[in-house]
């Protein structure tokens, strides 16, 4: 069985670059939530993608937007970043409709703003 | 609004010792429970759960209570071992499968 992967595992842009970053679910997971952690602070819930569609968002403006592909995989995009962008992106995968409520994650890409 | 807090940023326990980890929400609508531990470099790793219809759920070592009435959760582990060191999380769970963390506590097993 396949983990969550994520890539690339650290990236540094400079404010108002765009970024992608990719995200591979587990193994017969169909759901892909993304978080954002900052330094000393929990995970924060961005958006989820269940079935290629956004199925729920979090307080995170529009320039945060997110795919998820046929093969369940999925990115997250960032457009016009600034500096409090700079976090850990975190990646969780899960199979929704099982009643399971587990979310495994990846390993997270750092992304530092400059 | 920080709706799951988890008010102690640090914990420091002996080897052998129970650990107890704590954790409070303020909304009662959370159906689900989650702690997380994550190791520096690495994503959260899933320990333990428990549903908002239980107070006790029990896997090994740890052990994870729910007062519903007091908004409060707590993780037991008995015997704390140095591996254990490491950031624990709280998350609870809306419909949705949304998880909203508390801020993390960094448990420190001294041998």
């Known amino acids: 069985e396949t983990g969550v992967t994520q890539s690339p595992t650290h990236l540094i842009k400079t404010r108002g670059q765009q970024v992608t970053l990719r995200c591979s679910s587990q193994s017969g997971h169909n759901t892909v939530s993304w978080y954002q952690q900052a330094l000393g602070q929990g995970p924060q819930f961005i958006f989820q993608y269940y079935r290629e569609e956004e199925n729920g968002r979090g307080n995170f403006p529009p320039r945060f937007s997110g795919l998820q592909f046929p093969n369940y995989s999925s990115e997250l995009n960032v457009n016009a970043l600034e500096l409090d962008d700079s976090a850990l992106y975190l990646c969780?995968?899960?199979?929704?409709?099982?009643?399971?409520?587990?979310?495994?994650f990846g390993p997270g890409t750092r992304l530092t703003v400059l | 609004d920080q709706q799951v807090k988890q008010n102690s940023p640090s914990l420091s326990v002996q080897e052998g010792r129970i650990s107890i980890l704590n954790c409070d929400y303020t909304n009662s609508m959370f159906d689900y429970f989650l702690w997380y531990k994550k190791y520096p470099a690495e994503g959260p790793t899933f320990l333990i759960s428990?549903?908002?219809?239980?107070d006790k759920n029990e896997d090994g070592r740890f052990t994870v209570f729910l007062n519903k009435s007091a908004k409060h959760l707590s993780l037991h582990i008995v015997p704390s071992q140095p591996g254990d060191s490491a950031v624990y999380f709280c998350a609870a769970e809306n419909q949705g499968g949304k998880l909203i963390f508390g801020q993390g506590t960094e448990l420190s097993v001294k041998p």
């Open positions: 969780a995968s899960s199979m929704r409709g099982q009643g399971s409520y587990e979310q495994f």
């Open positions: 428990i549903s908002s219809i239980k």
